[in-house]
């Protein structure tokens, strides 16, 4: 039977059993798109939404205008963040199925991301990240034990206890809150950048949301009142190709590239090869300049895969076809970044050796210590009348008889728990009196 | 003192706040050059700049997920929100961001967002302009709820939502911007210049949230009400020649618990009344808090008046409306019972 329906559904490229296929990716060269200068109009450089910035070759060799010249030291430094991303996800993911953390979030395979992004900012740009962003957490220096006091509810955490895990913050990292809703954070950091243009700062502010999270409201709003007041923000998609089980057609991604929202709103967007650090690190710098200097957003779609699961509650075989991103034509970026690295003669397989073992017993010490303040099942526990806290400055009446009844409640189940035990007791050792 | 009506005692509000404080900025549809579609914002724009005083583009959730920017980066935003019937667009960011944020980082951030709009009917504004959705917001934790039914009232109040480190919603009736309605359209309107709340301070005063105003102290009942119903209220208890003590709650989350519970405990009698719809309503908390702490002391079953459970109806607002003979049905409710 021919179906002849005008509704077009998109097609998922590869499900489970068939042979993964990435044909329908817009490839560029390393090397072959050209570089606008940062205060080149958003209306000259519409191509930049549709190429693929690229610098580093098949053969781990950086080429081209977007080449960004770093001292090797820097681009050890960014080896080692995407490292200690990989490997404190990797842990904490054990620590999920070892029962210790309620839920975790892996960035596998997309960390240059967040690690090359927050590298070309400056530490007072503000950050609005969303929940596949811990790299920035790494980059910018946050200690893994406030980290993993997060991730465990425990007496640490800088939430008190009332935010699902890898929803973290900092104020002295300029990182803002993780929402669990998708998208809120994208207007907020442009209201956070117009504050910024309307009090006179030379920061910027800069969020991230997945392709996925693209069709809320919140993108669009953000990018017109971006356009609008031309604040100085930079707006990433990270388009890892999958929003749980949903492919990244289904967000409108197949009929024009994620970066292409950003001219039809008067605003550059640029596509960039996500998992290359010297493209993600160069291209982030450009829009920085372009935002510092006045030349307005820009909206930067990276091309990148979730390797993992969506979460630790996903189960991805059920929805795409196994090992596929072994497939994925953009490769590993902590694999180039090395490969790249060991072609300056600035690296070894050693070395990386000797790095990974440092790092894997950085996080086994700060597990260790964290842990100790307390994990969902054991430890030290917050007091549960925190609850109460901050859902105001200043807790009002109702909620302190709340807290009051809550805490009588329980003492009166204390009592009645160790008369409970006293009896039976007293029931077992008749002898006893 | 000066003579002002709702709105120009709310565009005072505005003006004391922008002169005293850098941080505040104004936002909103057509607030800046052409001063809002009810006037509250006229002349800020052209005194305060461009800078302070924004027009934004149509779309209410970016109005509001900006706003948290701002107040995150250090401004103390005042957003209006045109018509609260257009609020909707804005929901998730006012009740999963603007009213979460302080509790889930722990107090680390918070932004200081006022939400000004004007709610409520009597201008025949049909089912989009004449909506009174506070209780939605009442159930949001973590968010302030205000309503001020005259302009000393909304200026005092307005300065304290705008200095306030917690997000405040704050709900204008609209039909009473420019005098005291009683719920009686036939009538000539009542300007505020012969009302004694209808003088103002023109300069910084405050009216503190969680304190409930007695606007007449009476024996026989307890009317427990807020915004546009306050007059109507007024005007049911006189039109019975009925010693009612008549509650203006003015905030709704604080709420001023204390002061209409002890009225209950004294008269006996409540009656409950709002513009908003019935069913889930705010009044139905008011009832549930006098049901709790005055129990023993009531004389007869507390009455309710509200809108009807529908959408407001363009063509028979009058019939919806919760007017004085509705209001008067509910007080010889509550009296009967002996």
């Known amino acids: 039977m021919v179906t002849t329906s005008r509704l077009h559904v998109p097609r998922t490229p590869a499900r489970p059993g068939e042979m993964p296929d990435f044909s329908y990716l817009q490839l560029s060269p390393a090397g072959a798109v050209a570089r606008p200068e940062a205060s080149a109009p958003a209306r000259d450089i519409g191509a930049l939404s549709l190429e ?43 620590t999920q199925r070892a029962g210790k953390v309620s839920f975790y979030i892996r960035s596998l395979g997309e960390e240059a991301v967040s690690v090359a992004q927050c590298m070309a900012l400056r530490p007072g740009d503000m950050l609005f990240p969303s929940y596949r962003n811990q790299g920035v957490h790494i980059a910018r220096g946050m200690p893994l034990v406030d980290l993993m006091c997060q991730l465990l509810s425990n007496t640490r955490d800088m939430c008190k206890g009332r935010q699902l895990p890898v929803m973290y913050h900092s104020v ?15 207007p907020q950091a442009v209201g956070w950048a117009m504050a910024a243009a309307i009090k006179g700062q030379d920061h910027l502010a800069a969020s991230w949301i997945g392709e996925g999270s693209s069709a809320e409201a919140d993108f669009h709003h953000a990018l017109l009142f971006a356009s609008v007041y031309q604040a100085p923000v930079i707006l990433n998609v990270v388009n890892n190709q999958w929003a749980i089980s949903t492919f990244q057609g289904y967000a409108g991604g197949e009929q024009r590239s994620f970066a292409a929202r950003g001219p039809g709103y008067g605003i550059a967007g640029i596509r960039v090869d996500g998992n290359d650090f010297l493209a993600v690190y160069a291209v982030t710098r450009w829009a920085a300049e372009r935002a510092r200097t006045g030349a307005g957003p820009t909206l930067i779609e990276l091309v990148t895969y979730r390797v993992g699961a969506h979460s630790t509650s996903d189960d991805p075989t059920r929805y795409r076809a196994k090992d596929d991103h072994r497939h994925w034509p953009l490769g590993d970026p902590i694999e180039r970044l090395k490969r790249h690295l060991i072609a300056l003669g600035e690296w070894s397989d050693e070395r990386h050796r000797l790095l990974t073992e440092e790092l894997e017993a950085e996080i086994a010490a700060s597990w260790k210590e964290a842990v100790a303040y307390g994990t969902l099942n054991e430890g030290p526990r917050l007091d549960s009348g925190l609850m109460f806290e901050d859902v105001f400055k200043e807790m009002p009446p109702h909620l302190e008889r709340q807290r009051a009844a809550m805490r009588q409640a329980a ?16 029931a077992s050792n008749p002898a006893k009196d | 003192m000066a003579q002002m009506t709702m ?27 052409f001063g809002g579609v009810f006037r509250a914002t006229e002349g800020l724009q052209r005194k305060y700049g461009e800078h302070r005083v924004l027009d934004t583009p149509i779309a209410e959730g970016a109005i509001v997920g900006t706003a948290i920017g701002m107040g995150v980066n250090g401004l103390r ?11 909707y667009p804005g929901f998730d960011q006012i009740a999963s961001e603007l009213a979460r944020l302080r509790y889930r980082t722990a107090g680390d951030f918070f932004a200081p967002v006022t939400i000004r709009t004007p709610c409520g009917g009597g201008i025949r504004g049909g089912q989009t302009h004449s909506q009174s959705p506070e209780g939605i917001f009442t159930h949001v934790c973590g968010i302030k709820v205000v309503m001020p039914s005259n302009p000393f009232d909304a200026k005092g109040l307005l300065i304290t939502a705008i200095e306030d480190d917690d997000p405040v919603i704050f709900f204008e009736p609209k039909r009473l911007y420019n005098g005291p309605f009683d719920g009686d359209p036939g009538k000539a309107a009542i300007p505020w210049s012969t009302h004694p709340k209808g003088e103002v301070p023109e300069g910084h005063y405050t009216v503190p949230f969680g304190k409930a105003d007695i606007v007449r102290a009476g024996e026989a009942l307890t009317i427990v009400t807020y915004g546009t119903m306050v007059f109507v209220a007024m005007r049911a208890a006189a039109s019975l020649g009925v010693d009612a003590e008549i509650i203006d709650l003015r905030s709704l989350v604080p709420l ?34 006098v049901q709790e702490e005055c129990f023993w002391d009531l004389e007869a079953p507390i009455q309710r008046v509200a809108g009807w459970d529908t959408p407001y109806p363009h063509a028979f607002e009058w019939e919806y409306f919760p007017g004085p003979e509705r209001v008067a049905t509910a007080i010889r409710a509550v009296l009967e019972r002996t």
């Open chain 2, 77 to 87: 935003p005042v957003a209006e929100i045109q018509f609260a019937d257009y609020i």
């Open chain 1, 52 to 94: 693929l910035v690229r610098v580093l070759d098949d053969d781990h060799v950086a080429k081209g205008p977007w080449h960004p010249h770093l001292d090797p030291e820097e681009l050890q430094v960014g080896l080692r963040h995407m490292l200690l991303t990989r490997l404190y996800d990797e842990r904490m993911q054990r």
């Open chain 2, 256 to 289: 001023d618990v204390d002061t209409v519970c002890a009225s209950v405990k004294k008269t006996g009698r409540c009656v409950v009344a709002h513009e908003a719809t019935r069913f889930s309503g705010f009044g139905a908390e008011i009832l549930s808090i």
């Open chain 2, 7 to 33: 709105v120009q005692a709310l565009n005072s509000a505005m003006d004391v706040m922008l002169g005293r404080d850098p941080a505040v900025i104004l936002m909103g549809e057509d607030i800046g050059y």
């Open chain 1, 172 to 186: 002295a990292g300029n990182i803002f809150s993780i929402s669990g809703n998708l998208a809120t954070q994208f």
């Open chain 1, 411 to 426: 003492a009166s189940a204390a009592t009645a728990a160790r008369a409970a035990a006293a009896s039976a007791a007293g």
